[in-house]
């Protein structure tokens, strides 16, 4: 079995058409899925919200009002958004380091996460966890995790309460290139292919996991070839094309809610931040590589689209939609700073459930 | 009363849970068969040879509503999964807020005595000690392992069950009526004023026909079984101490950095208790080695009730 | 990439000839290697002083003169036979739990051997290891293993050390189906693809791991499928016939060899005697297929072949071979008798190399 | 003499070592560009995010003739690699009867401070002091990093270093020339007469701290930096307490089954040292929980100088 590619075109009516062909070529399909604009308009929003939101978590982190690490999603906004909005309310995922995005994909409250940035007792995790630990269990989000892969085999336990329940929900593990070169992938995956779990395995591959490129690590460039393995499908997307990545995550939870098993999708993106917000000790990915990517940036390319081609959104919307965010962003920054410190004794809090 | 197996035990609580609570379910890389007849295999799970994998999918079920239950089988294989234990189940609760519950059991058994060599006649106990947000069992007797496995099923938190080989098949009273033990409670299995043995699991049995034999030269010992390692029962020990004025601690672990030196430790720190110390403390635990095949390496590594009795004897001067 | 399967077929002249061909049935060209003679009786003996040291073994551990637990290899020699002679003294390999046939195909010395299952000071480990642990480090056997998929990590390290050396040598890791499964699997071949160690990972696939089937564990029923994944070559070969291992094994090593990286062999066997010699919970194969299996003896069907087709070996020969093994393996027995226990207090040798 | 920082320390000696020695190897996840320029992306090798395998490879590349070093950088994800050191690293050479030399370095860093939350803010070193045959360095000053770091480089055994995070940019004094210093040497780092700190790695700095204070307050302090855990010097603690008839041991982890309870167990059970116990002994840990995020709870939870000083003046009465 080969990888699947999933190639965003234009038919002559300049309507979006899915090409679906195999690695070597050959076509297996075309597909025409398409969320209401409506839809597409909030999918920008959320967008435009993640790199909002960070653009300012990395500011206040230099300006030494949010501790420890900061990793920024910047670039690759469309993979949690167009996976996210392929899902319900009540469905799971987990998220990794970089984990800004998918709590914002996933619903997550933005007073609640900057306070947890800040530190504060208002914060997700009462100031316990930090950019690294956010998690709202009440929308599905279970965490964002610093062990590389430690989240794949939680979620595929996400996974397991979903089958058992029977109720056609689906969890969703988010993951880099890099976590796809651990153990955890391996066992994980080969488990839900074996029992059928109702589930997406998301990598998001940036071309890099830290400061070694994804051409030092991985045997085989693309990580959809490894579906291959566990008789499940490997899916390979655009990762800079959020409707490219919603329709290929519609397609996985139509499977995984059929009972069919889980989808292995690799969403090719990039990180146009460095991999913290820390002075690393060295940048080895080149400038014009960076700028290149800056080039196909996901919300840009998605903006221009909604309002050039579909004539969904005029300039003065976007403008204005922006500004909507940057507000909201201001606000999630007046509440963690209006926030209280927690109790230095509530350390001594959570350690157990009564 | 009845008696049963320490094994036997430890499987009756396991099927009573199961029958009381639908949310329960096992995961193994070996389903006993009896288990998946009764409750099927989408509670009772075969699972590949993925430990780590599957304690993280644990996790996750406890996160969703699920109270999993990991039979890990012999201690040796947790250590495949000890990022999911370390990083993760023990912090997740903390970390995240306190927001969700994790109600988690993980079974191992632990100890040597079966010439299996050093992988697998392993009593790390203490590692997981240190991390906080684990509860950790260790029972000696049949009525222990009952009471307290219903009670780490019941546990919203993360409890290691550690189990003891040598006492698998090993019999005792258990009350056909359903009981709980509280987890971290410590137990005075004989009491006694000259001096204290706190003993773990299968070292609870020889610390007793220790204090039998010592009986016989006029020393009177009490034997305390801490029965769980976190939380620890520091007063208990502390007031059998206070009692006695003297404490050996008996443990099938080496002694660097395990239990035994934290019960040593706990008694030494505490004002009261120091007070009343007539004597150094002693450890008679496990050689600080891996342990070997060859039943003349093993049984020279491993205490027993004679090191013990001398080590008391030592004690007493 | 699918899986390559090596077929072992005769010609017209009734000679051996591999048919490689695809998954799907597509032939991909013929192979005709044959050791000589004299080597395919060296072959034989191996196999047969397997099976014949684990019959005496299981019969002393019956007996109480051997300790802990023994697994036995019964029914799958041909692999460890067929892999190791196509390897070199320094060629360096780790095994499993199930190690005997390993270490037997590799040169290892009976005596020491069954000393250290008797836990004698003249045993290989001099009684600390036991049967879960014999290694020779002498002759590139790293050592037998507790852990199922412990090794291959290990063994993958000599590979690197082979590489590093730039001898040509080569390191292979034998390991079960189970193990498979396991993270070290999947992280090991990665870096072994990517950096083309000099490596050969044969799969021992005996349709069962302990008590739970193949068909429970695995995504896929080829193990060798997963090749693919990481841009290797996976192969499939008949466990049971020691030819095709071996010539499967000779092609990888000459591969490996020349530095163009590691091979996956999927050798399909079958296990004849219990997981363990213990007494287990229960035995969950049935009787039919093991029945089915004992009739594809690797053994039986290698000696007929030799006697009947290839005329190398008369019965009288065969039957002669046969009491010099046993000679050989009551030898190995009667120095373990006479070798003494090691001294209790040597238990605190060996902790650190001084 | 010229002063460098505890990261230079142990950069300069890994260097060193790699210059004087063509079997090293360095095996990370991240690869110092200056290392690979120098050496070569032969022998420096950025590895995928597999330290469980890179640590299994490095203990065959060991047993193959060579003299790998593994960085696991944070020791939060050597916790991936437990089995490899548990079940292999710790138990080959003597599972194996001593055939083989497996000379390895595992490097990682250890401890709080860094607003890291609780995976990163590990300082679980007790879990591997459990273990037969594994050294573990954890050294206080650029000084003994580089001499110690080289012993460990040398050593034909595996060896963990840990290294506070704390400390990377410590400066100190360190020779030019060629020097190692002993593994399971024990270092007294300033001498007193009231009572022993036992203070390990970042501590010896705030117990040094401490004891500048309470000199003034007329109480003189001395200051025992054990410098390795594995093997512990209990003789140069055990002296120490002798002498001061007080001890008080000061660590950035937490208490329970730590190397704190070993320190302490090793004193309470030698009968002389024991003889000279004026006072219960004290520990000096960080709270036993996961390592909170907000500067605030971090802060509440680990032990500084002023906690010392106070448990000082405690244990003084
Ligand atoms: C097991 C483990 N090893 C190492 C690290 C340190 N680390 C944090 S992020 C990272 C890179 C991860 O790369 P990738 O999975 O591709 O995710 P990305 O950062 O590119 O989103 C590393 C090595 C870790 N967190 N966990
Ligand atoms: C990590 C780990 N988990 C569990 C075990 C217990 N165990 C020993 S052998 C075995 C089955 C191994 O199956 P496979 O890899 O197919 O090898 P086989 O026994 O069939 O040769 C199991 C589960 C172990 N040794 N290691
Ligand atoms: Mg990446
Ligand atoms: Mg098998």
Redesign the interface.
């Known amino acids: 079995m080969q990888p699947i590619i999933i190639v965003r075109l234009r038919d002559k009516a300049e309507q979006a058409v899915h090409h679906i062909v195999g690695k070597s070529g050959h076509h297996l399909g075309n597909m025409r899925m398409q969320p209401s604009p409506n839809n597409q308009i909030e999918m920008l929003r959320q967008m435009q919200t993640i790199r909002r939101f960070e653009e300012r978590a990395s500011d206040d982190f230099h300006a030494g009002d949010i501790?420890?690490?900061v990793h920024c999603y910047i670039g690759e906004e469309a993979v949690a958004v167009g996976v996210c909005s392929a899902l319900e309310r009540d469905d799971?995922i987990?998220s990794t380091h970089r984990g800004h995005g998918h709590c914002i994909a996933k619903g997550a409250d933005l007073n609640r996460m900057m306070a947890e940035l800040y530190?504060?007792e208002t914060?997700?995790?009462?100031?316990?966890?930090?950019s690294?630990?956010i998690?709202?269990?009440?929308i599905g989000m279970?965490?964002a995790?610093?062990?590389?892969?430690?989240g794949?085999?939680?979620?595929?336990?996400?996974?397991?309460?979903?089958q058992?329940?029977g109720n056609g929900g689906v969890?969703v593990s988010f993951f880099g290139d890099?976590?796809s070169?651990?153990?955890?992938?391996?066992?994980?995956?080969?488990?839900a292919?074996?029992?059928k779990l109702p589930m997406l395995y998301i990598c998001e591959n940036n071309l890099h996991?830290?400061?070694?490129p994804a051409s030092?690590?991985?045997?085989?460039e693309d990580v959809a070839?490894?579906?291959?393995?566990?008789?499940?499908p490997g899916v390979i997307v655009d990762g800079n094309d959020v409707m490219a990545v919603h329709d290929a995550a519609t397609i996985a939870v139509a499977r995984a809610r059929a009972g069919e098993g889980p989808t292995l999708i690799e969403c090719k993106t990039y990180r146009q931040s460095g991999h913290t917000e820390r002075l690393e000790?060295?940048e080895?990915r080149t400038s014009e590589e960076i700028d290149l990517w800056k080039k196909k940036d996901p919300i840009t390319q998605f903006a221009n689209n909604l309002i050039q081609r579909e004539g969904q959104l005029s300039e003065a919307d976007w403008k204005q939609m922006d500004d909507e965010i940057l507000q909201a962003i201001q606000a999630s920054v007046d509440f963690a700073k209006a926030s209280p410190?927690?109790?230095?004794?509530?350390?001594?809090?959570?350690?157990?459930?009564? | 009363m009845r008696q049963i197996s320490y094994a036997q035990a430890g499987s009756e609580a396991l099927v009573e849970e199961l029958r009381r609570d639908p949310k329960t379910l096992v995961l193994s890389t070996d389903a006993a068969p009896a288990l998946v007849e009764e409750f099927g295999d989408q509670r009772i799970r075969a699972t590949p040879i993925a430990e780590g994998a599957v304690t993280g999918m644990a996790i996750g079920a406890a996160g969703s509503g699920y109270r999993p239950i990991v039979n890990w089988r012999i201690v040796t294989f947790s250590f495949v999964a000890m990022d999911q234990i370390v990083n993760q189940a023990s912090k997740i609760h903390y970390m995240f807020g306190g927001q969700a519950k994790f109600p988690l059991v993980f079974r191992a058994t632990v100890g040597g005595g079966g010439k299996l060599a050093a992988q697998h006649s392993q009593s790390p106990y203490s590692m997981f000690m240190n991390l906080a947000g684990l509860k950790i069992i260790l029972p000696s007797t049949p009525y222990d392992m009952k009471g307290l496995m219903k009670s780490a099923i019941r546990d919203d938190n993360p409890v290691i069950s550690f189990e003891s080989s040598r006492l698998m098949g090993f019999k005792g009273d258990v009350p056909e009526e359903e009981y709980t033990l509280p987890i971290g409670k410590a137990d005075v299995k004989r009491e006694g004023s000259d001096i204290t043995i706190v003993a773990i699991a299968w070292l609870v049995h020889e610390a007793l026909a220790a204090a039998e034999t010592l009986a016989k030269e006029g020393v009177s010992v009490e034997v305390v079984d801490p029965r769980s390692l976190f939380p620890l029962d520091a007063e208990t020990i502390r007031t059998s101490v206070r009692k006695t004025g003297r404490l050996l601690i008996a443990d099938e672990a080496g002694p660097t950095a395990g239990a035994s030196a934290e019960i040593a430790a706990l008694t030494a720190e505490d004002a009261d208790t120091f007070a009343c110390l007539k004597a150094p403390i002693k450890r008679v635990c496990a050689l600080q080695v891996p342990v070997p095949y060859s039943p003349v390496l093993e049984d020279h590594v491993f205490p027993d009730r004679d090191k013990i009795a001398a080590g008391v004897r030592a004690v007493l001067g």
């Open positions: 501790y420890g690490v799971r987990t530190g504060r914060g997700y995790c009462k100031g316990k966890g930090g690294m630990h998690a709202d269990f009440s279970l965490g995790n610093g062990i590389v892969a430690g794949i085999p939680i979620v595929t336990g996400a996974g397991l309460a979903a058992l329940d969890a890099g976590a070169n651990a153990g955890p992938f391996h066992e994980s995956i080969n488990i292919a074996k029992w996991s830290a400061n070694t030092k690590t991985l045997a085989l070839a490894r579906a291959a393995g566990y008789g499940i000790a060295y080895h410190f927690p109790k230095p004794e509530s350390a001594l809090d959570d350690i157990f459930a009564q």
